[in-house]
């Protein structure tokens, strides 16, 4: 069964279930549902009669059938029959030892997956985490086992929470979905798929970008590229497809970290894949995407408004895209044209912004024609595609130079959003918000006035429908307004404005109501007469306040005590907190911009060495007592850099900066050893890098990584890279280390053995004996050997049964009871 199966019904037959119908691995074909319905009718006629024998039946039948509905788009008719079945195989379940726990986790798996497709995230949540449960209380009770519908399950378990608006806690389940996939693949046991571990990949990137760290998702999408141009070149009809998609998200990934390069390269190749793809017109059964359906939903759609339709004037971009599902569906007269089309404006929008809107207007032009001949044949299908490609296409437009070409598809694109319905609100309210920035670029600043109020009227009904959802919206769109209403001498109006929308966010969702209480002094700033002295009293007292309460500064705090340091008028900014706190002013609030700019750009320094560098060049700036109440500042957005460079600072000046730079340096570089790509290049880095053999690596180093130090260290760097090149040059390490007694050079051995040649089973044998030889017989369990017995052959399980028992022999002052024990597990007679 295929990881993409389980949880189906499939394969229930072979234990008496009996599933007569299933959804069509090649689409829903004629009289499928009469068929699949007629199977349930009887089914439950049968567990009627004798429900101890019909009743598994019946459950598979239900999950055939919602699969079938599924399949077929019916989204409300698939959840019943999923959760009729959840709760039979629930109480089949009651009894452990009849074997339906796995049936179970795998239905509510399926039933949580039927209930997201519904929109109705807040109920798919409760089954995915009771699915995650089961599999993980299988798979500690049978290790060899489960361990695929684990990682399956905590992938979808991240994703359940995602959609709930979590961003922040996905991101460790996504991470234990690849960590399980990758060791079975590594490993290449039977349960292992590379293209399970690709998607997996793809919705880690997916998070990681999500939860603000852009930088890490970077290298885990790139792996999923490279894993999949191995597929598509064994594979291609299956694999290209894929690979397409996964290249489109790549360029999206590489544009958040500024590498314009990487992500227009990544973006053309997807682009020129699809072209072929869609030449083709068809795609295979299997393919890992349905054709004809990328960008038609509303998490497509934002997934491409991120890479390539931000706001011009705010860059909100938020490149996501969601990770191919597998398909059954049969290719469609408009395969992979939806797909082109999407790659089509997310290319034009990093050409965009590598600053060829030439460029770009050509390749959105294309995306919008072809959106254009799919909503002619689906509208309300590709309605939300053809309004992203308008949108990128307006900017591309107003980039080159002429914004009144940008108004008539960014006006379309608003029309397009309004019909598509309420699930693209957030995408209307920021295209409205395009739509002011080009007519006030245009010269007409009352109906750029009439775009944003609109755009504010619909974040704000998002925001107070989901507390803490829409926030950063909100805020920028009233402040596109509030600016718009200045330029038209409505200030009061403005104020008004911020006023009505922080009362009412005070009691539903005060954290928003604070940010934008914040904004609203900041606003009263630019105003003009007596408004810049009320805003100034308000930032001091809200200031003051805060620190009263014994609150930690935060995003917002940093955001007040900014607007106070960037004001015009120190005098009164000194006179407005003498008068307002009776103390006097504060190190953060005499803070230089310069000063805050320079220990920043200190702070980001790409790497130690640069880092280094830079202090040597402004050491004086850098050592006073003014960078280290800037050092305070930023904490509150970085708290952790800005303590490492506080420390720094502190050794620099107390020991000197190649003292306290070294260490620093030689843990980047030894960071930078572990991932190399291969042996080869592993040791040419070290040959470049000889220092780093004197560094004693972190616990967490791997064990074979350790091992090339130390022997490198103590015999050279031929004996040690001998060893990861050639079995039986190991082997014969091993032999001496037995020999010796040596538990160092052993579990340099076994980490090898597993690490480099997939040999679990010698790898936690000797790294056990290597434990009892050094003396240290606690803190692990021979019994864990039992589980891996059955994945070696029968020669390696006899020579370390040798092996053990010729150490016992030859140490019998060492612990003979734990040596024993691993006799025991490993099959033999202690």
């Not at 130690?608 to 050491?619: G, I, K, L, M």
Request: with cysteine; hydrophobic share 40%.
């Amino acid at each position: 069964m295929s990881y993409e199966d389980r949880g189906t019904g499939a394969g229930d037959e072979a234990r008496g279930a009996g599933v007569g119908v299933a959804a069509s691995r090649g689409g829903v074909q004629p009289g499928s549902f009469a068929q699949a319905e007629e199977e349930v009718r009887s089914r439950r006629g049968a567990a009627e009669r004798d429900p101890a024998t019909g009743r598994p039946g019946l459950a598979a039948a239900l999950g055939a059938l919602s699969a079938l509905r599924a399949e077929a788009g019916d989204r409300e008719g698939a959840v019943a029959p999923a959760r009729e079945a959840v709760e039979i195989y629930r109480s089949l379940s009651e009894n452990p030892e009849d074997g339906f726990v796995p049936t179970l986790a795998g239905a509510l798996h399926q039933l949580s997956n039927r209930i997201a497709a519904t929109g109705d995230h807040a109920a798919a949540l409760p089954p995915a985490k009771e699915a995650a449960t089961l599999y993980a209380e299988l798979g500690m009770k049978r290790p060899d086992r489960y361990q695929a519908e684990l990682a399956e399950a905590m992938d979808a378990l991240g994703d359940r929470i995602a959609d709930s608006g979590d961003r922040i806690t996905p991101v460790p389940f996504a991470k234990q979905a690849v960590r399980l996939q990758r060791e079975l693949v590594e490993e290449e046991q039977p349960d292992a798929s590379v293209p399970a571990l690709v998607a997996y990949l793809l919705n880690y990137a997916r998070h990681l970008a999500a939860a603000g760290e852009p930088v890490e998702a970077v290298p885990r999408a790139e792996e999923a590229v490279g894993r999949l141009r191995s597929l598509a070149a064994e594979a291609p009809e299956a694999f290209r497809p894929r690979l397409a998609t996964a290249l489109h998200a790549l360029g999206g990934h590489r544009a958040a970290v500024s590498d314009t390069s990487g992500a227009l390269e990544a973006a053309r190749e997807a682009c020129d894949l699809f072209r072929e793809l869609a030449a083709q017109g068809s795609a295979p059964t299997g393919s890992g995407m349905e054709p004809g359906t990328a960008g038609t939903d509303s998490t497509a759609l934002r997934a491409e408004l991120g890479t390539a339709g931000t706001n011009p004037t705010t860059s909100r971009a938020n490149p996501t895209t969601p990770r191919p599902e597998p398909t059954t569906s049969r290719p469609e007269p408009t395969a992979f044209r939806t797909e082109l089309a999407g790659a089509l404006a997310g290319l034009a929008g990093h050409l965009d912004k590598a600053g060829d809107p030439a460029e770009g207007v050509r390749a959105a032009r294309e995306a919008v024609a072809l959106y254009r001949e799919l909503a002619a044949e689906h509208p309300e299908a590709h309605r939300p595609g053809l309004a992203t490609a308008l949108r990128v296409l307006a900017r591309t437009l107003a980039d080159t130079g002429d914004p009144a070409e940008a108004l008539p598809p960014v006006r379309e694109a608003v029309e397009l959003l309004r019909e598509a319905g309420d699930a693209f609100l957030p995408e209307l309210a920021d295209c409205l918000q395009v739509l002011g920035t080009y007519v006030e670029l245009n010269g007409d600043t009352e109906g750029a006035v009439e775009a944003f109020w609109e755009a504010v009227a619909l974040h704000k009904s998002l925001a107070l429908e989901a507390p803490g959802s829409s926030a950063d919206r909100l805020s920028s769109a009233l402040d596109d307004l509030t600016r718009a209403l200045v330029r038209t001498g409505e200030h009061m109006a403005a104020i008004e404005e911020y006023e009505e929308t922080v009362e009412e966010f005070d009691e539903t969702d005060p954290a928003t109501a604070r940010r934008l209480g914040v904004e609203r002094d900041i606003f009263l700033l630019r105003c003009p007469d007596h408004w810049p002295g009320n805003g100034l009293t308000e930032l001091v007292a809200w200031l003051d306040r805060e620190a009263e309460g014994g609150k930690g500064a935060d995003t917002v705090t940093v955001r007040a005590r900014q607007a106070l340091r960037a004001y015009g008028d120190r005098a009164a900014v000194r006179t407005a907190w003498e008068e307002e706190t009776f103390t006097p002013l504060p190190e953060w609030l005499a803070l230089r911009p310069e000063t805050l700019e320079l220990v920043s750009a200190w702070m980001f320094a790409p790497n130690w060495p640069r880092s280094r560098d830079f202090w040597s060049e402004n050491a004086e700036a850098l050592g006073s007592a003014e960078a280290a109440t800037a050092l305070d500042e930023l904490a509150v957005l970085d708290p952790a850099g800005a303590q490492r460079h506080a420390a720094l600072r502190d050794a620099v000046l107390v020991h000197g900066v190649t003292a306290a730079y070294d260490p620093l340096i030689l843990n980047e570089q030894l960071a930078e050893w572990l991932e190399c790509a291969d042996w080869a290049e592993s040791r040419a880095y070290l040959e470049e890098h000889p220092r780093l053999l004197s560094v004693a690596p972190p616990p967490d180093t791997p064990l074979a990584h350790v091992a090339m130090l130390d022997i490198g260290r103590t015999e050279g760097l031929d004996a040690a890279y001998r060893l990861v090149a050639d079995r039986e040059a190991l082997q014969a390490y091993v032999d001496r280390s037995l020999e010796a007694g040596d538990g160092t050079a052993l579990m340099h051995g076994g980490g090898i053995e597993g690490q480099v040649f997939g040999d679990r089973l010698s790898s936690l044998t000797h790294a056990q004996v290597a434990l009892v030889l050094s003396g240290e017989s606690e803190g692990f369990d021979p019994a864990d050997l039992t589980a891996l017995r059955h994945k070696s052959d029968e020669e390696t399980r006899i020579r370390l049964l040798k092996e053990t028992i010729a150490v016992g022999a030859r140490h019998p002052e060492r612990n003979g009871e734990t040596l024993s024990r691993i006799i025991q597990a490993l099959g033999g007679d202690a």
